[in-house]
T-cell receptor
Framework: AQSVSQHNHHVILSEAASLELGCNYS??????LFWYVQYPGQHLQLLLK??????LVKGIKGFEAEFIKSKFSFNLRKPSVQWSDTAEYFC?????????????FGRGTSLIVHP | GAVVSQHPSRVICKSGTSVKIECRSL??????MFWYRQFPKKSLMLMAT?????????EQGVEKDKFLINHASLTLSTLTVTSAHPEDSSFYIC??????????????FGQGTRLTVV
């Protein structure tokens, strides 16, 4: 079965610091990759996604992620975080299984940005 | 850590029947739960926000009479797909945020339910 690991469970940064959140998955076949964000009191929102093509994906609010197939990784980055980036971030991977895409989520990373 | 349990994980039903999916917060009280649906090759789509003791808030385009949501207690929300049709086949996932956190940033997801309508 697919598993998704987010190595950083809690991250605390100061504004303007750079951010990188790790995400690794276990499946070696065709996958679709996502990062979601949940701001305080809000529902989940899609940050970015990768299906195919350029492995460097740019999302909303200055976020980007790089798919490295050989490392089974899809790390999320932002060069300079803001206080408003305080949120919970989830990596998700969908694998093709039995004709359907089965999504698996990481447990999430809580990011707190101090002003 | 906090756990959200969703049941069943997989269900196959006949067209025209109804299916109930349960979402339970196992070790915390959840006044709010979110129900999502995921289509193949697409990201999660928020269907509705389930509020304990009051009516659910549905997103635009989601049929409230087809997707009945009940949040009768602080630990249980149910999604009932009524008169299911093959186009309702999908992956449904719930999530619940932890209450009482300073930033209310932590949310936990159920493992999802794969519904197949034949």
């Amino acid at each position: 079965a697919q598993s998704v690991s987010q190595h950083n469970h809690h991250v605390i940064l100061s504004e303007a610091a750079s951010l990188e959140l790790g995400c690794n998955y276990s499946y070696g076949g065709t996958v679709n990759l996502f990062w979601y964000v949940q701001y305080p009191g809000q529902h989940l929102q899609l940050l970015l996604k990768y299906f195919s093509g350029d492995p460097l994906v740019k999302g909303i609010k200055g976020f980007e992620a790089e798919f490295i197939k050989s490392k089974f990784s899809f790390n999320l980055r932002k060069p300079s975080v803001q206080w408003s980036d305080t949120a919970e971030y989830f990596c998700a991977v969908s694998e093709l299984s039995g004709g359907s895409y089965i999504p698996t989520f990481g447990r999430g990373t809580s990011l707190i940005v101090h002003p | 850590g906090a756990v959200v349990s969703q049941h069943p994980s997989r269900v196959i039903c006949k067209s025209g029947t109804s299916v109930k999916i349960e979402c339970r917060s196992l070790d915390f009280q959840a006044t709010t739960m979110f129900w999502y649906r995921q289509f193949p090759k697409k990201s999660l789509m928020l269907m509705a926000t389930s509020n304990e003791g009051s009516k659910a808030t549905y997103e635009q385009g989601v049929e409230k009479d087809k997707f009945l949501i009940n949040h009768a207690s602080l630990t249980l929300s149910t999604l009932t797909v009524t008169s299911a049709h093959p186009e309702d086949s999908s992956f449904y996932i719930c999530s619940a945020p932890l209450p009482g956190q300073a930033f209310n940033t932590e949310a936990f997801f159920g493992q999802g339910t794969r519904l197949t309508v034949v």
